[in-house]
């Protein structure tokens, strides 16, 4: 059998690099983290649930024309993706105040905002992952005009058709955070995950927390909630798996 190198081992995923390929294999851990990792628990399950809607959500914006590093899923917690080089940002899209942008700007939580309003992190632990603005993102050579126009439009695609995906399946979608990296031959891919561990997720009738604010915030158990937001997308998209 071929040796794998593990290439990261992440508060989430662990990435191995197959020899001579530019594909990786993802294992989702059992491990839920927050407050840059100063939170931490195993959780058992979680990988797999994550996996497996990443997996789901990845498929059905193909099939809406947004292409990601999505491969195929190989097992319950194992993904087969595309090596790109990340760019370092948290890109975040928000349909509704929540969380940070309540706390920074005094936005009651849930509060439905007229337009998508993007913002951006700088991925970095050692910062603490600070909110920046264009300058900064210029400043720091994360990428040009040109690259970042091309990211906003990305996310709000993204936010689109994911909102399009969660209304199906009677999930409001609050806010969201996405990754993007450049193909060898530098085009821009939707990377990382998309799961309840990255978006905000409120049941449309009753605005119960389906995410991982349920572990931010002492609320419960995650693992009946993610194992929700997947049971409503196997049964409203059977046929994409
Ligand atoms: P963190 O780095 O925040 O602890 P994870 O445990 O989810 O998060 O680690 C996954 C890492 O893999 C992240 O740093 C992410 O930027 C990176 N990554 C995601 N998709 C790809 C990809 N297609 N190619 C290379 N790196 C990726
Ligand atoms: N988010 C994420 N990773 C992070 C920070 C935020 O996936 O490191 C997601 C989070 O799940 C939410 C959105 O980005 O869907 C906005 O998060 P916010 O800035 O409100 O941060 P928080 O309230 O989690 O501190």
């Known amino acids: 059998m071929e040796t794998e190198e593990l290439l990261y081992e992440g508060k989430a995923k662990k990435l191995f690099k197959k020899p001579n390929s530019s594909e990786l294999r993802v294992e989702y851990l059992d491990q839920a983290t927050a407050l840059n990792g100063k939170k931490k628990d195993e959780i058992k399950g979680k990988g797999a649930l994550n996996n497996q809607i990443t997996s789901y959500l990845f498929q059905l914006l193909a099939e809406k024309g947004i292409q990601s590093h999505f491969i195929k899923k190989i097992s319950k917690h194992e993904q087969l993706i595309e090596m790109v080089e990340m760019i370092p940002l948290e890109v975040v899209v928000r349909n509704v105040a929540a969380g940070s942008f309540s706390k920074r700007l005094g ?3 849930g509060t439905s905002l007229p337009e998508p309003i993007i913002e951006y992190y700088y991925k970095d632990d ?58 060898e031959q530098g085009k821009m891919l939707l990377a990382d995950e998309i799961s309840p561990d990255t978006c905000r997720l409120w049941d449309s009738l009753t605005n119960a927390h389906l995410d991982k604010d349920i572990y931010r915030r002492d609320l419960g158990d995650i693992l009946p909630v993610y194992q929700e937001v997947f049971n409503r997308l196997e049964k409203e998209f059977t046929s994409c798996i």
Do not use: C, W
């Open 107 to 109: 936005i009651n939580e």
């Open 126 to 183: 050692a910062l603490d992952d600070p909110f920046i603005n264009q300058d900064h993102i210029y400043y720091l050579g994360l990428a040009t005009v040109d690259e970042l126009e091309e990211i906003r439009m990305l996310a709000l695609s993204v936010n689109e058709a994911l909102q399009d995906i969660f209304e199906k399946i009677n999930i409001r979608l609050v806010d969201f955070k996405i990754e993007i990296g450049k193909t």
